[in-house]
């Protein structure tokens, strides 16, 4: 039977849960470097005005506001 070990312990006995503790952090390492970063974030406020939710009508002097 030929098999590849990925992990080997150099020095000492790791017990079955030490190595899973640590196959488990690697696993979880190596899918957060595989995963895609955000190319943006998301607009979360509308940058132009909804035509339904604008007055009806102006007042004859709201352009004095803007004077």
Known sequence: MNS???VRVER??????ELAAI???LMARAAA???????AE??????W???ERAAGFYAP??????A
């Open 49 to 51: 005005r909804r035509l």
């Open 12 to 17: 000492g006995h790791a017990e079955p849960e």
């Open 33 to 39: 470097l595989a995963a895609p970063a955000p190319t």
């Open 4 to 6: 590849e070990f990925v």
């Open 42 to 47: 998301a607009r979360t406020v509308a940058h």
């Open 61 to 66: 002097h709201s352009w004095q506001a803007v």
């Open 23 to 25: 196959t488990a952090v």
